[in-house]
């Protein structure tokens, strides 16, 4: 009992593989069968829970520090692992509209793309003007994150991991939010740094029409479809087109949510008068084709029944002309009959 207060049965299998390991490199052989039912039971994880958009908020007005703020708004926009930040040099980082695609762990397996909000773009487009202007040169192997400097053309060093980690916790702790958060064993309820990437987690998988695949391959996941890791191998763009959907409830800023909120309601506006007046457009040239139809199937019946009626008149004319014939044919012969017996003429 004293010793799940100080270390947590989940993390009990990871020094027994080490010294499986160590002893299978040996030769030297033991019925882990045995030892494995020895294992405590697993438990609920701690540090489960994402940091709300308020909580970041609220760590973002104690600090004054552009770079705090950039790597604040950096790993809530990309959701990016912080260990990971240390290897993102600028040439990782591109323009893409208003926002910046990261390409993170480059040449590895476990390489991905994910991008920032225009909200954490212009922070970091900031971060690197200062740095600029205190007089470092910027080039494509510069280190997105640098560490501390007095001087800004001194030596430059990507800051390590275990600095960018000191710094948010510094600041969780100097905005008050660890004060009513519950601890178990070594953990709070929301971990410093990961509670960040489980808000971008929640919010791209809670966004109306998100493509789960694909959240997954922005989030550097293995994915939860069969065979995605191998066969399902997205654009950019593609995968942008995705992570624009969540713009809105990834930005902190609530003013810059609104604009944004705002902008995109009129955006559908637009798309949708712009589909109104192609509909309307589809049906007066639907009408017109109707009326063209209508007129070209007057004209054949009008024609038909002039070809018909033309038929009948000749047709009855030929019969008054046969019958006219006839008639001057009797008359004739009436004539020379009546010649005949008045004046004796043939």
């Known amino acids: 009992m004293h010793l799940k207060k100080i270390i947590s049965p989940n993390s009990i299998s990871v020094p027994i593989a080490a010294i499986k390991a160590f002893l299978d490199c040996n030769d030297l052989e033991l019925r882990w069968s045995k030892i494995n039912r020895l294992k405590p039971e697993r438990v609920i994880r701690t540090g489960r829970e994402a940091w709300k958009t308020d909580e970041i908020i609220k760590m973002l007005s104690f600090t004054s520090e552009i770079r705090t703020k950039t790597l604040i708004h950096f790993i809530a926009s990309s959701g990016i692992r912080i260990g990971a930040l240390e290897d993102i040099k600028i040439r990782h980082i591109k323009q893409i509209e208003d926002c910046k695609s990261v390409l993170v762990y480059e040449g590895a397996l476990e390489e991905y793309v994910t991008f920032l909000t225009p909200e954490a773009s212009s922070m970091f487009d900031d971060y690197v003007k200062k740095r600029e202007t205190d007089g470092e040169r910027i080039n494509s192997v510069s280190p997105a994150f640098r560490s501390t400097y007095q001087l ?84 950019v763009e593609q995968l942008f087109a995705e992570f624009r959907k969540a713009i809105p409830e990834l930005t902190i800023d609530s003013t810059l949510r609104q604009e944004i909120e705002i902008i995109e309601k009129n955006q559908k506006i637009t798309e949708l008068q712009e589909k109104n007046q192609k509909i309307e457009e589809l049906q007066k040239a639907q009408m017109e084709m109707k009326n063209r139809l209508d007129k070209i199937d007057l004209e054949e019946k009008l024609t038909c029944e002039l070809g018909i009626s033309e038929e009948k008149l000749i047709k009855a004319l030929k019969e008054r002309a046969d019958n006219l014939d006839e008639l001057m044919v009797e008359t004739q012969k009436l004539r020379k009959e009546y010649n005949k017996e008045v004046f004796d003429i043939d």
């Not at 510094?170 to 489980?198: C, M, P, W």
């Not at 791209?204 to 550097?220: D, Q, V």
């Open 152 to 235: 800004g053309f001194a030596k430059v060093r990507p800051a390590s991991t275990d600095a960018l980690k000191e710094v948010i916790r510094k600041l969780i702790i100097k905005s008050g939010l660890r004060i009513n958060q519950v601890k178990t064993g070594e953990r709070y309820n929301k971990q410093a740094d990961h509670a960040f990437r489980k808000r971008w987690n929640t919010i791209l998988k809670t966004t109306t029409g998100m493509n789960i695949s694909l959240a997954e391959k922005m989030m550097g996941h293995s994915v939860t479809v069969v065979m995605d890791n191998v066969y399902l191998d997205p654009t």
